[in-house]
């Protein structure tokens, strides 16, 4: 099983960036897909972004297209999410996912996850 674990959250001004990252480890990540998955209070787990680990192939959930962008790094077995022109709305836990098959924007369908990194974004 793998050990994912996220760092970078934050508070952040409205219209601000942050980068968040999620250190793998605990096995080879060949045939693994890697996704960030976010949960706003009293809302259900939302997909927002998905990285195929071996093509770097990525997808987004639709309202976030453009805004933020999902990459990693094979030799720190890292992946990121960079975040821009950020809102409120983006307010959440964020979480880093993984499952060894193809990208899903499901958030059930993955299978290892890490502890989560709170994002605020004030106004």
């Known amino acids: 099983q793998l050990q994912l674990v996220e760092s970078g959250g934050g508070l952040v001004q409205a219209g601000g960036s942050l980068k968040l990252s999620c250190v793998v480890s605990g096995g080879r990540l060949d045939y693994y897909a890697m996704g960030w998955i976010r949960q706003a209070p009293g809302n259900d787990r939302e997909f927002v972004a998905a990285?195929?680990?071996?093509?770097?192939?990525?997808n987004y959930a639709d309202v976030l297209k453009g805004r933020f962008t999902v990459s990693r790094d094979k030799s720190r077995k890292t992946v990121y999410l960079q975040m821009s022109n950020l809102s409120p709305e983006d307010t959440a836990v964020y979480y880093c996912?993984?499952?060894?098959?193809?990208?899903?924007?499901?958030?059930?369908?993955?299978?290892?996850w890490g502890q989560g990194t709170e994002v605020t974004v004030s106004t």
């Open positions: 996912a993984a499952r060894r098959s193809t990208r899903s924007i499901f958030p059930q369908e993955y299978t290892d």
């Open positions: 990285i195929n680990w071996i093509t770097g192939d990525t």
